[in-house]
C-alpha cells in the first residue's frame, strides 16, 4: 500500500522559512515522482514543485521559483520541499502526492495515485 506521511507545516512570520518532509513507504521510490500540492481556503488545490526521484528532474511552478527547493534522501524515502522568503499568499494546507508516470503528475493529476493527509503552513504578515 502507498502510504505518504508529511510533516514540518506550522506557523511563521512573513520572510521566514519553513522545511516539508514527504516520508513515503509503498512503493519503489527511485520509480516515481513526489510532487508537493497546496490548496488554500476558496481556492483549488495547485502544484508547488514536482521531483523525478530515478533522474532528479525537478519543477517548480512560478510562485515557487527562487523561494522554494525541492530535494530527495532516497536512502530515506524522503522529499524534502524548503521553502524561504515565505509570503502569507503561500498559507495553504501542504500535501505531497506519488506519481508513478515520473513527472505527468505534476501536470494532470489524475495520474497521481496516492496522497499524504497534509499539513498546514500559515504565514502571518
Known amino acids: 500500500e502507498v502510504q505518504l506521511v508529511e510533516s514540518g507545516g506550522g506557523l511563521v512570520q512573513a520572510g521566514g522559512s519553513l522545511r516539508l518532509s514527504c516520508a513515503a513507504s509503498g512503493f519503489t521510490f527511485v520509480d516515481y515522482a513526489i510532487g508537493w500540492f497546496r490548496q488554500a481556503p476558496g481556492k483549488e488545490r495547485e502544484v508547488v514543485s514536482c521531483?523525478?526521484?530515478?533522474?532528479?528532474?525537478?519543477y517548480y511552478a512560478d510562485s515557487a521559483q527562487g523561494r522554494f527547493t525541492i530535494s530527495s534522501d532516497n536512502a530515506k524515502s524522503t522529499v524534502s520541499l524548503q521553502m524561504n522568503s515565505l509570503k502569507p499568499e503561500d498559507t495553504a494546507v501542504y500535501y505531497c502526492a506519488a506519481d508513478p508516470s515520473r513527472g505527468y503528475g505534476c501536470y494532470d493529476t489524475n495520474a497521481l495515485d496516492a496522497w499524504g493527509q497534509g499539513t498546514q503552513v500559515t504565514v502571518s504578515s
Open positions: 521531483i523525478n526521484i530515478g533522474d532528479g528532474t525537478t
